[in-house]
């Protein structure tokens, strides 16, 4: 390998008395070798995104400062060149050459709906369908396959981008009548059935939407085939439940395929008791292909009040750790549910959702950030958020301890400008997703107008304001893949590379500023940060291997990195995925 390497940053990894000499070592389980290693063991960059002086980066720009990693017992005890490597192999020691590939720490989602993500491998997919015709089409492929009576359930079109014409039940009901149809929204604060499937749910025009949801009507005051936000489970509850064994097997369907993708861990955004009977199952089995950072259901009471009689689960080395809580405060953008202080730029009158109204449980969830499990707080709006600051702010004034919770808002999607500090006065991480910025901004700016708009998806902002940072997808909402997530961060760009500079492309992240948004910062919000996070001796061997640089790529050709690919995720020592 030819790239000179941080000769300091080496001396400060390597296990043995002195970087000259070569110590008799016990030999290790794996040795990676021949790679661009990062260890992020430097310091954050700077608000602007200035690397930190101690950061293997030059004016030439950034270099790595490893090569080699040896691991045993599951946690790495070597990190430096591949020639000090050799000390560690053994006669039973697997060496990993990864010819000149880049090991970064292990990265994680920090937002997922995984049970959803293994469904979809069996369920039908609209992902991408610009008109109801097309998502018709492709519904009555698919009921082809299905025997008649049976229920057909689908996700994917884009309520967001659909707002202006949402569809109805008449096209759908006419090419497929002889099946209860449910599409799920893109981002699931709209759902769309099919006659039948109204009928078998009991929806009616006397049917009254529960608060904080919308029934679209037609000119006769029938439903029309749409439901929206809280509205959406009264189509969706009616379809019929997953067994245990298939609940349990989307969800290791899921997971499996987030390793195939390099992520070593998941965040989960709000795990109900069927969704957490299937974690623990699998934990129980040694099953669990990646770390589950299980975020409770506060929709779901008995399961929360069960676990507020438990406590926190808080090993943070553990495969499953479940300390933290999600509850939801307002809508989605899209589907003119997120709350906001103004009247929306593309309906007047009209706020959106929010508290009580959207079913957030303010006491339940005062009573779990008490007894320390961390809160993820679903916020869109900026009232929402304002609304939502003001909540974590009463219970810590009430009790200063649950400032320690590391307490979330997830999405934080629109920000008033005097907001921004507040999220740093009170400890809250922004848990945000880059790819929501470039696949909204068809519709954001006509929902918010030319003024509020800048205050959305305002990563460089939070920054400013030293506020802690997570990056994640909301899958299935958004593709999840790492190279989309880092380059939709770092251009603020689309897959076809629009627009062109980026939009709003002072909110832009840096490359190092993406890939720890997945990684060393993303550890930082489950508590994770003296485990993993870092390729430094003593950590858990969690790894991600991809073929490009995403620091040299993402600085200096960012459209580049969407056609990365994985080479190898290691969870704990054990490879969970290797391509060929």
Not at 33 to 61: I, L, Q, S
Not at 373 to 390: C, P, Y
Not at 394 to 423: C, G, K, L, M, W
Request: hydrophobic letters at 40%; charged letters at 20%; glycine letters at 10%.
């Amino acid at each position: 390998m030819t790239t000179r390497l941080a000769t300091g940053a080496l001396c400060a990894l390597v296990l043995s008395a002195a970087c000259t000499s070569t110590p008799a070592v016990e030999p290790a389980d794996t040795l990676l070798t021949n790679g661009r290693v990062y260890t992020f063991t430097w310091d954050d960059p700077a608000a602007d995104g200035t690397p930190a002086a101690n950061a293997p980066h030059t004016a030439e720009g950034w270099r790595p400062d490893a090569e080699a990693i040896a691991i045993r017992a599951g946690r790495i005890v070597f990190a430096g060149t591949s020639q000090q490597a050799e000390a560690y192999r053994g006669p039973a020691t697997r060496v990993v050459d990864l010819k000149g590939a880049t090991a970064l720490p292990g990265l994680v989602d920090s937002h997922v709906h995984i049970r959803e993500l293994g469904q979809a491998e069996t369920q039908l997919d609209l992902t991408g369908v610009a008109t109801e015709e097309e998502a018709v089409a492709r519904t009555v492929a698919y009921a082809a396959k299905v025997p008649t009576g049976e229920w057909v359930v689908g996700r994917g079109w884009d309520e967001g981008a659909w707002a202006g014409r949402y569809p109805t039940m008449r096209l759908l009901s006419e090419q497929v009548p002889d099946h209860p149809v449910v599409l799920d929204s893109l981002h699931g604060f709209a759902v769309w059935g099919n006659k039948l499937a109204f009928a078998k749910a009991g929806i009616t025009r006397a049917t009254k939407p529960p608060v904080g949801g919308e029934i679209l009507k037609d000119a006769k005051g029938e439903p029309a085939g749409t439901l929206l936000n809280r509205a959406v489970t009264l189509l969706e509850g009616a379809v019929p439940p997953p067994t245990p064994d298939q609940a349990r097997a989307w969800v290791l369907a899921g997971l499996k395929r987030m390793a195939r993708d390099g992520f070593t861990g998941v965040h989960e955004a709000g795990a109900d008791a069927e969704l957490m009977t299937a974690f623990e199952s699998l934990d129980a089995s040694s099953e669990l292909p990646v770390r589950v950072y299980a975020m409770l259901s506060a929709r779901d009471t008995a399961l929360s009040r069960a676990w507020l009689q438990k406590g926190p689960r808080l090993d943070p080395a553990a495969m499953l750790t479940v300390r933290s809580v999600k509850a939801y405060y307002d809508g989605s953008l899209g589907s003119r549910g997120a709350r906001l202080i103004d009247d929306y730029a593309d309906q007047k009158g009209h706020r959106g959702v929010s508290g009580g109204n959207y079913g957030f449980d303010q006491a339940l969830v005062a009573e779990m950030m008490t007894a320390g499990f961390q809160v993820g707080i679903h916020a869109i709006g900026d009232a929402g958020n304002r609304e939502t600051l003001d909540f974590i702010q009463s219970v810590q004034d009430r009790n200063q301890t649950v400032r320690n919770n590391r307490n979330r808002i997830e999405h934080a999607q629109v920000v008033h400008p005097d907001d921004f500090a507040r999220y740093a006065s009170l400890g809250v991480i922004a848990s945000v997703e880059p790819p929501h910025a470039v696949e909204d901004k068809p519709w954001a700016e006509t929902r918010l107008g030319p003024e509020r708009v800048k205050g959305a998806y305002a990563w460089r902002t939070f920054r400013q304001n030293g506020v802690r940072l997570a990056f994640g997808s909301d899958l299935t909402g958004s593709d999840h893949t790492i190279f989309y997530g880092l380059h939709a961060a770092v251009t603020r760009r689309d897959k076809t590379l629009q627009p062109e500079g980026g939009w709003y492309p002072a909110q832009r992240m840096t490359a190092e500023e993406a890939v720890r948004g997945y990684s060393t910062w993303a550890a930082y919000a489950a508590f994770a940060e003296g485990d993993r996070g870092t390729l430094s001796p003593g950590r858990a061997a969690d790894i991600t291997v991809m073929d490009l640089d995403p620091l040299v790529v993402g600085s200096t050709k960012a459209e580049s990195l969407l056609k990365g690919t994985i080479r190898l995720t290691m969870v704990g020592g054990r490879i969970a995925h290797e391509a060929p």
